[in-house]
């Protein structure tokens, strides 16, 4: 299995594509393929994003996206926003979309109240993410179909990380799973015991377009036999503002743990550290220092920038912004001495920035 990560602008805005092993390296649109899953996170195209007004804080990019409408782009499986500040949750690029999309609609609370405001979306299509916890079923998961009655299908999990007295709802992350459906180029027959739920689909509905299911509970989905061959989980952490490992580490010792998807696959974080006087809210993004103790813990193949674009900034908040920009090359060697490395050995988390337009297929274990 592998992921597609596609930067649509020079801040924060990702198109992130799914896909199971059996899909050739070299083919142009894998997202077509059974089995594959696309996630838009966050997108916001061009137009200002404005917090109580332009007076206060209206910014805008400082260079183009690689798209100008959504409508440019495959309609994806799911639409994913982070939280519900305008540069996260901007209704002007969203409402582009048809108001017949079919994606899902994922997002924290306060995001979901003002995305219905807008009365665009079909209410079914929009869910709201509960914060994560291990004591309680709080992970959102979608069954992706499998191949044949031979195979087992695959999931798509999401989990919202953050505080429990979030009132800002700025330093968040969202914590993603994907596991492919099990086919039979990749499993031992029988090696599962599938709770039925539905009909099986027949052998050619490989043809036909699958429409993935939402399903709510862990234990009612698969339970593996003792050998069973499954496929690997790819695992991403989406956290732009930057989030204490602490709050973090509960999902990551159980449901990645229990999925087998440690290492973390791919971190996307920033890398320049924005910090704001505290009435204004004091720390904006953790930059590397927060991505070093992500790193260090869950041991990213790739880390990735995000939210680091230095925008177009208006109003009363533009004199108070403050960035603090680390060398790559440091924060890698950072990563090494934080984790005991000897002189001279290089950490093996890969620190990418892509522009507008860029992508980057990182392949699974």
């Not at 998961?141 to 009132?167: C, H, Q």
């Not at 299911?213 to 061959?229: D, L, M, Q």
């Not at 603090?324 to 924060?331: H, L, P």
């Not at 950072?334 to 001279?344: D, E, H, N």
Request: glycine share 6%.
């Amino acid at each position: 299995m592998a992921l597609t990560l596609k930067a649509l602008n020079n801040d924060t805005s990702f198109l992130l594509t799914f896909y199971p092993s059996i899909v050739p390296k070299d083919v142009k649109s894998p997202e077509s393929f059974p089995g594959a899953y696309t996630i838009l996170i966050d997108p916001w195209l061009s137009g200002p994003a404005e917090i109580l007004g332009p007076r206060f804080s209206s910014q805008e990019h400082a260079g183009d996206s690689c798209f100008k409408s959504l409508r440019e782009l495959p309609e994806p499986d799911m639409i994913l926003i982070s939280q519900d500040k305008p540069d996260h949750c901007h209704q002007e690029t969203l409402c582009e979309l048809s108001p017949h999309v079919n994606s899902l609609i994922l997002a924290p609370l306060k995001a979901v109240k003002k995305i219905k405001s807008w009365r665009h979306f079909d209410y079914n299509l929009v869910h709201t993410l509960r914060r994560y916890s291990s004591k309680h079923d709080t992970i959102f998961r979608i069954e992706i179909p499998a191949f044949s009655s031979a195979g087992s299908p695959g999931e798509v999990t999401i989990s919202l990380l953050a505080p429990k007295n979030d009132i800002i709802g700025t330093h968040n992350a969202i914590g993603i799973t994907y596991r492919p459906p099990c086919s039979v180029l990749s499993m031992n027959l029988g090696s599962y015991l599938i709770i039925p739920q539905s009909e099986p689909p027949s052998p050619d509905s490989m043809d036909r377009p699958q429409t993935p299911r939402i399903i709510s509970a862990t234990a009612n989905t698969i339970y593996p036999s003792p050998y069973n061959t499954r496929e690997k989980t790819i695992s991403l952490l989406y956290s732009p503002h930057g989030l204490p490992y602490s709050i973090i580490k509960p999902w990551a010792s159980t449901h990645l743990v229990s999925e087998a998807a440690l290492p973390l696959t791919a971190l996307i974080h920033s890398f320049v550290q924005v910090d704001m006087p505290f009435y204004m809210g004091g720390n904006m993004a953790t930059g590397v220092p927060g991505g070093l103790d992500i790193a260090q813990n869950l041991f990213p193949r790739v880390w990735v920038g995000a939210h680091d674009e230095e925008k177009l900034v208006k109003g009363v908040v533009s004199g108070s912004i403050q960035r603090k920009e680390f060398d790559i090359d440091d924060a890698r060697k950072s990563l090494g001495a934080r984790s005991g490395l000897k002189k001279g050995l290089e950490w093996n988390t890969e620190m990418i920035v892509l522009e507008a337009g860029e992508e980057r297929r990182i392949d699974g274990r």
